[in-house]
């Protein structure tokens, strides 16, 4: 069955919504380019690790940690960092359901994002900022924390793709709704901004995928809510 999306056709392909585009733009990657968009499972374990890129090379970087725990974790007395690498393997490894979602730019590794129930993130809901704003905790309402896209891959709209197909995992999953906590780039005082400084993606992308604002916890951060 065929879908017509804003920004592409939605193809039903089970378990998410596969969003296909076509975009054109310029540099070494130019011209058309089909994103696909599939689950994070234990046998694409090698696509994560090519879409994390050099950050990949070290165990103790987030490894899309950080929501999984209440508070960022102390140093250690010994010095020893932790294998958030490992962690994230071994999650990968014994989902149930995949704890993420990988993006291919013309088949190739570009991108990533975690979407799973807000109740399964530590990190939210030990947020006081968001307790301010979020609705009472509801199994059914779920959480895109971040995005991971290869800099070769950027304003592409890989990081669209995977927010759209997050929202039809959710779907299938059973949730009623859709929540994220992007940054409002035209509420920023800078010029501009990196890359790293917008993991948790922007206001206008949550915007066009249908995404309506809920509240605020800091004038350039809303909290976007998708009721489905």
Not at 50 to 73: A, I, K, N, Y
Not at 127 to 153: E, I, Q, Y
Not at 166 to 195: C, I, M, W
Request: hydrophobic residues 45%; proline residues 8%.
């Amino acid at each position: 069955m065929l879908v017509t999306g804003r920004s592409g056709a939605w193809v039903l392909d089970w378990p998410l919504l596969v969003p296909v585009f076509q975009h054109e733009r310029p540099g070494p990657y130019r011209g058309a380019v089909s994103i696909e968009v599939q689950p994070a499972t234990a046998d694409r374990w090698g696509d994560v690790v090519t879409v994390f890129g050099r950050r990949g090379e070290d165990p103790s970087w987030c490894w899309c940690q950080l929501f999984l725990r209440p508070h960022p974790p102390e140093p250690s007395a010994s010095g020893a960092r932790p294998d958030n690498r490992g962690a994230l393997h071994q999650e990968l490894t014994h989902a149930a359901v995949p704890p993420g979602l990988i993006a291919y730019a013309n088949g190739h590794p570009a991108g990533w994002s975690r979407v799973g129930p807000r109740g399964a993130f530590p990190g939210v809901r030990g947020n006081r900022a968001l307790a301010k704003v979020l609705s009472h905790d509801d199994a059914r309402v779920w959480w895109v924390t971040c995005f991971v896209v290869d800099g070769r891959h950027r304003r592409s709209g890989v990081g669209a793709a995977l927010l759209r197909a997050a929202v039809g995992f959710a779907r299938d999953h059973g949730a009623t709704a859709v929540e994220g906590h992007p940054v409002d780039v035209a509420a920023l005082k800078a010029a501009r901004v990196a890359g790293s400084g917008l993991f948790t993606g922007t206001m206008a992308m949550f915007t066009a995928a249908g995404f309506v604002e809920v509240g605020r916890t800091y004038p350039t951060r809303p909290v976007m809510k998708l009721s489905l």
